[in-house]
């Protein structure tokens, strides 16, 4: 009876849905035990406790900053001709920068005093002082933004004497500022104004004590007088909760009383406590999911629960998972010591998955047959090659016989029989060379023999016209070349190049030298010249077809020899000027053939 194995996808269903089953069963009944534990009047009674402890230290900032105005009584003279102008007979020039020297002398720098302002009975302005006198406006009445004026001067004509608490937007210091106002009276039984006295703050003076009692990540919390825009918010805010706020500050402002607000917006709870002494409420929009403390509580059993639920979890899948795969590792570690070459290593298939098992079977497998198919494709690759080369190299020998038959049928019934002896001689040791074929390489020396009794033979066809040059270093003589490498390159010369110039100084320059550890052989004439460009072309295409279809034969056929040889970097290379001449470079390894030989 043939045994059913684990597969490695049923284990790890098994164990993922067993573990998370697990936990959401457990998490939903802990949830449902502590939501009964959840009280939502808990959590706006304590929140109410913290914005009126809030509001306590407000209104002692306040407190502490109309003191700090009421001292511009201390200034006798000026008090003294704020009643005087209020009469109608007094002159205020002189007291231009006494603001300046109540600001520096009364106030301190956790005031975060901006602005003052001293205005007269009629409105107009006494003394300024600004810390900034390019943002801040140098009068309340005449800025270029909005400075909600129009709130200051509806307090400065009411019978109001409290210290108005107001507020405005600053564009250019990007900046709330809360505004304080103080009436200036007599202080008889017709409490005649004099003038008033404006402070405008940061609002960070206030929202740093906002922020010492409210959690600013999950709430929304601002001030707020009634018939008033809001002077500073604090905490998160979402779009839609924002879009609530928003709406809620319009409603204040043109509301009678915070009193007529309702409780719930949506998802968010509102809460405001006011103040006693002052025109200023508190409003915070929180919500629902974190109004209670209780809730707390609950994310606290969670987050217990879950970091043991996740340290017993992961202790168990750290041993679970060695054992799962182990295997699976010893297959990837012999994989790679198979790719950086140990190619008859196997992997060791794991028989207790079958899945590992059919794997590694058929992976061996694989490998058996890839190494077979690898070795008859380089053998394969190697007759190719050595075919295809064979084939090139035998393209040369019967054109340039064709060729040599050609030359000595002409001088033979061109010229007496004085020649023939010296021109047989050259053609012996022509024919001699290009038959042989027991050695695919030769040398430069062997190849420059070649290549002089070959322009011998030249000479007496075309009556010695031309000029040769040969500049052979002596430490390239044994330098391995292929077999007629040379000759061609130098037939094509005297054919294309020199035989139709019409000029007396016909030269060919034959040179050969190391550079950068490469041999460089260079055939240069000053000819007819070429098109260098396309025939540059064709070399680097090194298209079979064109070799085999006999145009330029001799050119192609030694540069297809060569980067078959010796790799697409070598072979030839073409410089050529019309009416110039042409510049044949041959590049090829720098072997000696007493080193290969080795």
């Known amino acids: 009876m043939k045994h059913n194995k684990w597969t490695m996808r049923k284990a790890i269903l098994l164990f993922c849905i067993g573990s998370i089953l697990f936990a959401l069963l457990l998490q939903t009944y802990l949830f449902q035990q502590s939501l009964k534990r959840q009280i939502r009047s808990e959590s706006i009674a304590n929140n109410e406790i913290s914005l009126q402890k809030m509001q306590a230290d407000i209104s002692s900032f306040i407190h502490n900053l109309r003191t700090e105005m009421l001292t511009i009584y201390n200034e006798t003279d000026l008090i003294q001709s704020l009643r005087e102008a209020a009469e109608g007979n007094g002159d205020l020039k002189d007291y231009y920068w006494r603001t300046w020297y109540l600001g520096r002398k009364r106030f301190t720098k956790d005031d975060r005093l901006l602005a003052m302002y001293l205005y007269d009975a009629n409105d107009q302005l006494v003394s300024t002082y600004r810390y900034n006198s390019v943002t801040l406006p140098k009068n309340i009445y005449n800025a270029e933004y909005d400075t909600n004026p129009e709130r200051l001067e509806e307090y400065v004509h009411n019978d109001n004497t ?42 960070k003076a206030i929202t740093s004590i906002m922020e010492k009692y409210v959690d600013s990540d999950h709430v929304c919390l ?145 490998l058996d047959r890839i190494q077979l198919m690898a070795k008859e494709e380089y053998e394969r690759k190697l007759l190719v090659e050595r075919t295809q080369y064979k084939m090139l190299q035998a393209q040369i020998n019967p054109h340039f016989l064709y060729n040599t038959l050609d030359t000595m049928s002409g001088i033979a019934n061109a010229q007496n029989c004085t020649l023939v002896s010296g021109l047989c001689h050259s053609l012996s040791a022509i024919f ?36 040769y040059e040969y500049q052979i270093d002596d430490d390239t ?85 060569l980067k078959n040889l010796y790799g697409d970097e070598y072979g030839l290379r073409i410089q050529s000027q019309t009416g110039e001449g042409t510049t044949v470079m041959l590049m090829v390894p720098a072997l000696s053939q007493d080193t290969q030989e080795v």
């Open 162 to 203: 409290d210290i108005m608490i107001s507020g405005y937007y600053n564009p250019q210091e990007d900046l709330d500022i809360v505004r304080f106002v103080l009436k200036l009276h007599n202080y008889d039984e017709e409490r005649q104004q004099i003038g008033y006295l404006v402070c405008d703050i940061n609002s």
């Open 222 to 366: 601002w001030l707020q007088p009634l018939h008033d825009t809001a002077i500073a918010m604090i905490g998160y805010t979402s779009q839609e909760q924002l879009q609530i706020q928003k709406s809620l500050a319009e409603s204040i402002e043109s509301c009678e009383a915070s009193m007529d607000l309702q409780e719930e917006y949506e998802d968010y709870y509102l809460i405001h406590v006011n103040q006693e002494n002052y025109n200023l409420e508190a409003f915070a929009l929180v919500s629902q999911s974190l109004l209670t403390v209780a809730m707390k509580s609950l994310v606290r059993s969670l987050l217990t629960i879950m970091t043991a639920m996740i340290t017993i979890t992961a202790a168990f899948v750290f041993l679970f998972s060695r054992w799962l795969t182990r295997p699976v590792e010893e297959m990837r570690d012999s994989i790679i010591r198979i790719k950086n070459g140990e190619t008859e290593l196997r992997v060791l298939p794991a028989d207790w998955f079958e899945e590992l098992e059919v794997l590694g079977t058929e992976f061996n497998e694989m």
């Open 432 to 467: 001699r060379y290009s038959l042989n074929m027991t050695d695919e390489l030769s040398t430069v020396e062997k190849e420059m023999k070649h290549v002089k009794n070959y322009l011998y033979v030249m000479d007496v066809r075309n009556g010695f016209s031309v000029a």
């Open 477 to 561: 003589l044994m330098d391995s070349l292929p077999r007629i490498c040379l000759q061609p390159i130098v037939e094509n010369a005297l054919t294309h190049g020199l035989r139709n110039v019409r000029r007396k100084d016909k030269r060919l320059l034959i040179r050969s030298e190391h550079l950068d550890g490469k041999l460089l052989l260079t055939i240069k004439d000053n000819g007819a010249g070429m098109d260098a460009e396309a025939m540059n072309r064709e070399l680097e295409e090194n298209d079979p077809k064109r070799v085999e279809s006999g145009v330029s034969i001799g050119i192609l056929n030694v540069n297809a020899r």
